[in-house]
């Protein structure tokens, strides 16, 4: 089983960035306790809230959960030479996050799990409430007979004996 790195990563790529959790929030919509709690390790994002992170930190997802975005940065490597600090911080303010190794296939596949399963629930839930729906207006078609019969009943109540037709 992999690790994740997912609290760390998000400490990082903030970090990188020069954000405080209060701007996060400002840029991304994510409340700033909901974000301390992601990179506290409280709880972890749900699979549509990582995908929302990788595209705002532009990485692939699979790395952003997986990898240890830290250990691939020259910046905050020991033994770096001011000059290839320097061209980093130019050249990729991100730091030095992209590299030529694919992402993990593992990662991407439980992803795409995840994303599934997440769609079929949707279209799960959309199929109940759809069903509530036809479910309310059907109730609402009888709530209406009913109104009818109550009125034509009362209407045969406040008519003359006379007038009243043998049932």
Do not use: C, Y
């Amino acid at each position: 089983m992999q690790r994740n790195f997912l609290s760390q990563n998000l400490i990082f790529l903030r970090n990188q960035k020069g954000l405080k959790q209060s701007e996060i929030q400002d840029l991304t919509g994510f409340k700033r306790n909901t974000w301390s709690n992601w990179e506290n390790g409280k709880v972890e994002p749900g699979i549509e809230n990582i995908l929302i992170i990788a595209q705002f930190f532009d990485i692939d997802p699979g790395r952003l959960i997986f990898e240890d975005l830290s250990k691939g940065n020259l910046i905050k490597q020991k033994g770096v030479s001011e000059k290839t600090k320097k061209g980093n911080l130019k050249g990729n303010p991100m730091g030095n996050l992209i590299d030529d190794n694919p992402p993990d296939q593992a990662a991407i596949n439980t992803l795409k799990e995840a994303l599934e399963l997440a769609h079929q629930e949707i279209k799960r839930r959309d199929e109940t409430i759809r069903q509530k729906d036809d479910l309310i207006e059907a109730l609402r078609g009888q709530v209406e007979a009913l109104k009818m019969a109550a009125k034509a009943l009362e209407a045969t109540i406040n008519s003359p004996k006379s007038q009243r037709k043998a049932v």
